[in-house]
């Protein structure tokens, strides 16, 4: 397991923008498969986005296609979530997680992600 740290959410009004970000700690986090999951109180923690270790593939929940963009950083060792437009739907706390290192195959499902962050709080203001 990694020890993964976001940061960035915060509280804005619709139609704003917002980037998290999810740092690896002591770790190379280009060698990690990282996801960007969301739950909202009373909810399910859903998929947003993910990229493989390489960053050379990316994927995103059809909710968010066209407004979310996931990136990694080699230098600064971070992964990010550039989030456009935000709606109220948005709204949530967003969790990065990494599956196992050099995983070339990993999937939307949480179950497939071993290691998590505490969470960042977005919410979006109509």
């Known amino acids: 397991q990694v020890q993964l740290v976001e940061s960035g959410g915060g509280l804005v009004q619709a139609g704003a923008s917002l980037r998290v970000s999810c740092k690896a700690p002591?770790?190379?986090?280009?060698?990690?498969?990282v996801g960007w999951f969301r739950q909202y109180p009373g909810k399910e923690r859903e998929f947003v986005a993910r990229?493989?270790?390489?960053?050379?593939?990316?994927d995103y929940a059809d909710s968010v296609k066209g407004r979310f963009t996931i990136s990694g950083d080699d230098a600064a060792n971070t992964v990010y979530l550039q989030m456009n437009s935000l709606t109220p739907e948005d709204t949530g706390v967003y969790y990065c997680?990494?599956?196992?290192?050099?995983?070339?195959?990993?999937?939307?499902?949480?179950?497939?992600?071993?290691?998590w962050g505490q969470g960042t709080q977005v919410t979006v203001l109509s």
């Open positions: 997680a990494a599956a196992s290192p050099w995983t070339t195959i990993v999937g939307t499902r949480s179950i497939e992600y071993g290691s």
């Open positions: 002591g770790r190379s986090i280009s060698t990690y498969p």
């Open positions: 990229i493989s270790y390489s960053g050379e593939t990316t």
